[in-house]
């Protein structure tokens, strides 16, 4: 069973342009989970989708982030504009949905985002 | 505010010196506390789940325990390749919304 993928690995982008970074989850999980870490920080939480809805977005720290996940598959998280303190290794992660009992999140390798 | 304090925040052993990981937490709530291992430049590898006081798992060198306001990771004679960081994480929900919330880690050196 492939795991969760993310796509680019790494991306070096200038102040004040867009990037978008994507996440594929694992095949069947409904779940997905967006998280990142900042440098020097712990992993903080994004939001959080159930197929193609947003459960919490919570997290997602201004209006320059927006998440999608069209049709319930894949996920997309674009950065519009950049700032420098966008820098950090944004983490995708998905679980399935079956059942009362929450289950596990499994991570993908994550994308490392560099703002100069 | 949930918080998750994880310590020591780095841990150097000889191969084969067990010891112990810990995780501490104050979460309104709790549904779930979950280990994961993480390799540098990785994403975090799915451990373990515990979701209630009492519970233990085990997996090859490792054991995970719960109370009502810590976990522990116990590493039994451990080995170089279980270098690594070890997070740990609680589980939060409302509704069917769902987020971890995580520690800083631990980042364990075993030397051989």
């Known amino acids: 069973e492939a795991g969760v993928t993310q796509f680019p690995s790494h991306s070096v982008i200038e102040k004040g342009q867009t990037v978008t970074l994507r996440c594929d989850p694992i095949s069947g999980h409904d779940n997905l989970y967006w998280y990142r870490r900042v440098m020097g920080k712990e992993i903080k939480f994004l939001l959080h989708?159930?197929?193609?809805?947003?459960?919490?977005e919570s997290g997602m720290p201004n209006n320059r982030f927006l998440a999608e996940r069209t049709g319930g598959t894949y996920s997309t998280l674009k950065v519009q504009p950049a700032e420098l303190e966008d820098s950090g290794v944004y983490f995708c992660a998905s679980s399935h949905n079956r059942g009362l009992v929450p289950y596990e999140q499994y991570f993908g390798p994550g994308t490392r985002l560099t703002v100069t | 505010e949930d918080q998750v304090t994880q310590s020591p925040e780095a841990l150097r052993l000889q191969e084969g010196e067990s010891s112990s990981l810990n995780c501490s937490y104050t979460?309104?709530?709790?549904?779930?506390l979950f280990w994961y291992r993480q390799d540098p430049g990785k994403g975090p590898e799915f451990l373990f789940t515990l979701y209630s006081a009492g519970e233990e798992k085990e997996k090859e060198r490792l054991k995970a325990t719960l109370t009502k306001k810590e976990s522990f990771l116990h590493i039994t004679a451990p080995k170089p390749e279980d270098s690594a960081t070890y997070l740990c994480?609680?589980?939060?929900?409302?509704?069917?919304?769902?987020?971890?919330?995580f520690g800083s880690g631990t980042q364990l050196t075993v030397l051989p």
């Open positions: 979460v309104s709530g709790l549904r779930g």
């Open positions: 989708f159930v197929k193609e809805s947003k459960q919490d």
């Open positions: 994480a609680v589980l939060k929900t409302s509704g069917s919304a769902r987020q971890l919330t």
